[in-house]
């Protein structure tokens, strides 16, 4: 590092020169944000030459542009839309499942004034959940189901209203963390819930269950546990030496105790044109689990919810919590949940973008790839087989075959930037130092936008 020349600090420009340039003083942005963001920029410098990293003072107008950009970047909408061509299809960084275009429709009329909590032809109050409560209850073939914000609010609801008071029961082979660090068993005890582990990582046995229920055993402290809880493993698999009591023995053990089973499923599928390998709620709930708890946005083909579907005792408990009201969803989110739903009612979820893109044959995507290979004026050998995966906490190390075109570029890595970079974002993968782009991850109607990116760029 060199040493600091702190005689540079005088030459910085003052903040009146700086705010008086065209750029900033002709701009549209509020002068006095535009003063704070010129200070934090100044004030950066400032240190940057105090600590020797810099002996380069930017003039007056270099300071004013990059504030007009950092501003003007500021506002672009987002989050933004891109086209996902990373061949994960519930990608949690880029918005789990790409909506219908019913849902976001229903998403947009709903948010102005709308019927969220009246009841028209009365005109008396109602409620938020009137709407939506008979199809969750067709379409997953439950008593009673609530929505909340999300999964990880289902949990934290669920937990914390039927664990009381002797917390729930969960099997230490399944304290599954679903990523960035968030746990299950974290979640569940965020509401103060008391979590009883029990059995080891690869073994877990009926008994184990038994004795947390009575509150005896190497892991009791006396107090026997009020629920049991399975969390479906979703993002990882255990095989070798384990033992594991199947869920419906386990809705024995709770019945048997007289103790709801809680079951954290998460990805949640309905069947349906989705890989048989998922379980789904129907099953789950067939199994004799009490409750369900599912993620809107994964399997489901939703927007971000968390479904809380079972008995209607338990279930009412959950709805009346306190608690509830500050997990609640948004009307937006309340009105694209209805329209997915309603897709599932008219056996229209074959056209949900999620089962579109599962569904898509090989046979389609190599006609597209083709046709934007030709467009882009690239030989037929930029068309490549690849794997794909459908993501969201599904079937682990699951691939589906798909099929990608190879962007024929020298830098991939520069490229694949440039593309994320682009005014309708694309991401793309490299793999073994070629840029992917897999064509499953986009629906057919936007292959014109890609190709228009690609155009752009290249
Ligand atoms: C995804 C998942 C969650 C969290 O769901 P969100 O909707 O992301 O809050 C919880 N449990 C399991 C098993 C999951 O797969």
Redesign the pocket.
Known sequence: MAKPDLSLLSRLPKMDRVLALPTLAESPWRRELIKAVVSERLAAVRTAIREGQTTEVPEADAIAEQVRAQLEAWAVPRPRRVLNATGVILH?NIGRAPLSAEAIEAMAGAAMACDLEVDLPSGQRGSRFTAIGPLLRLVLGTEDAHVVN??????LLACTVLGEPGGVVVSRGQL?E??DG?R?AT?ARAGGCRVVEVGSTNRTHRKDYEDALQGVGPDADGQPASAVMW??L??FSQDGFVSSVPLSELADVAKSHGVPLIA????GSLGRGLPDAEPTVQHYLEQGADLV?V????LMGGP???IIAGKREYVHRCRRFPMARALRPDKTALAALHATFAAYLRAEEPHLPLHRMVGATLEQLETRGKAIAATMGWSDAALVASKATIG??SLPGDVVDSRALVVPCDKPSRVARQLRCASLPVIGHIVEDALLLDLRTILPEHDADLVAVLKSIL
Do not use: E, P, R
Not at 150 to 155: K, R, V
Not at 264 to 267: T, V
């Open positions: 949690t999300n999964n990880a609010a289902a949990l599954v679903i990523g968030f299950v979640m969390v479906h979703s993002n954290d499923l998460g990805s708890l993620s809107g946005d994964k971000q919810a968390g969201g906490g």
